[in-house]
């Protein structure tokens, strides 16, 4: 299975952004998926994820303002009210749901957020 993360792009703070990511291979029908992020020079973190069955959850950095959601080809993070602080590369995985990496499986290779002040 292989995981196309897109749709990073520069943005203003206070300005809004929708990341995507597709699956090849076979579809994200029985996997959670969650969206992680790396900013420079820090460890990676968990953002949002979301189960087979629409379950989500959300670090307490993104709550109000994040939305992760899904059908049966992509799944959507949703990002509004963007701050400095979200410019981070942001990947998706696919696996087990949960907010620590190693429950997930298979991983894209990240798309570039940048949130200018």
């Known amino acids: 299975v292989q995981l196309q993360a897109s749709g990073g792009g520069l943005v203003q703070a206070g300005g809004s952004l929708r990341i995507s990511c597709a699956a090849s291979?076979?579809?994200?029908?029985?996997?959670?998926v969650g969206w992680f992020r790396q900013a420079p020079g820090k460890e990676r973190e968990f953002v949002a994820g979301?189960?087979?069955?629409?379950g989500t959850g959300y670090s307490e950095s993104v709550k109000g303002r994040f939305t992760i959601s899904r059908d049966d080809a992509k799944v959507y993070l949703q990002m509004n009210s963007l701050k400095p602080e979200d410019t981070a590369v942001y990947y998706c995985?696919?696996?087990?749901?949960?907010?620590?990496?190693?429950?997930?499986?298979?991983w894209g290779q990240g798309t570039l957020v940048t949130v200018s002040s």
């Open positions: 995985a696919a696996g087990r749901y949960g907010s620590a990496d190693y429950l997930y499986k298979y």
């Open positions: 291979g076979r579809t994200f029908s029985s996997d959670a």
């Open positions: 979301i189960t087979w069955g629409g």
